[in-house]
Every structure is written in C-alpha cells, then in structure tokens.
C-alpha cells in the first residue's frame, strides 16, 4: 500500500513478496496524499479485511519508526479503513452436525471442523 503498487491476489498472493520500500520514503510529502487512494485501489482487488489488516501493520510499525526518531510524518493520517464486510460465518446444520460426529478422526479434528 505505501508503495503504491498493486496488490498480489489469487493464488499469487500467497508467499508473495512485498515490494521494497525504503523507511525514509515515508517522509516524502506527497505519501499523505496519495495513501488513501492507493488503500481504495487495494480494497478493490483484495478484501476490506486484508486492506485493514495491512493498514494497521503500517500504523504499528510507523509508530515504531517515528518513536525511534527514523521518520518525521506519518503518512496514514487521514486513511480510513474499509467497511467491514458482512459476516461470512455460518452455523451448521442439525445434519451436518451428525455426519461430523459420525466421522471416524479424532476429537481434536472433530472439534476443529
């Protein structure tokens, strides 16, 4: 997201490596401004939880970072996070319960499941 880049999806994503991107860049006075439209172009090609999750790695780290005396700014001001996406869980059902209990693994698999 710092970086300006396009998020790696599908399977790509996985193990995928981050672009590099030297901390002093952080200070750089058009980051601010060009943040919170590189979040948006995030959020559309990965989830809102995934943009969140890295937003608030960035956060964490330029806090560190600034509290070290390493940076000055912190480009993040002014960044919303994503809307969170409805919830995705479900319960399952009676049946489905039964045929879980009737699988011959251990409890600790069935417990998991």
């Keep these: 997201m710092l970086a300006g ?3 790696s999806t599908g399977p790509t994503r996985q193990g995928a490596k981050p672009p590099v991107f030297p901390v002093a860049a ?3 006075p058009a980051l601010p401004e060009a943040l919170p439209e590189s979040a948006a172009a995030q959020a559309d090609a990965i989830d809102a939880d995934t943009v969140n999750r890295e937003l ?3 956060r964490k780290a330029i806090g560190r970072w600034r509290r070290q005396g390493w940076i000055d700014g912190d480009p993040t001001i002014g960044t919303e996070r994503r809307p969170a996406p409805p919830d995705r869980t479900k319960t399952l059902a009676e049946n489905q ?3 879980l209990w009737r699988l011959d693994v251990g409890l600790r698999e069935l417990n998991c499941w």
Excluded: K, L, Y
Aim: no cysteine; glycine share 0%; charged share 25%.
């Design 97 to 99: 319960i039964t045929a």
């Design 56 to 58: 608030s790695i960035a």
């Design 5 to 7: 880049e396009p998020a």
């Design 26 to 28: 952080i200070d750089d």
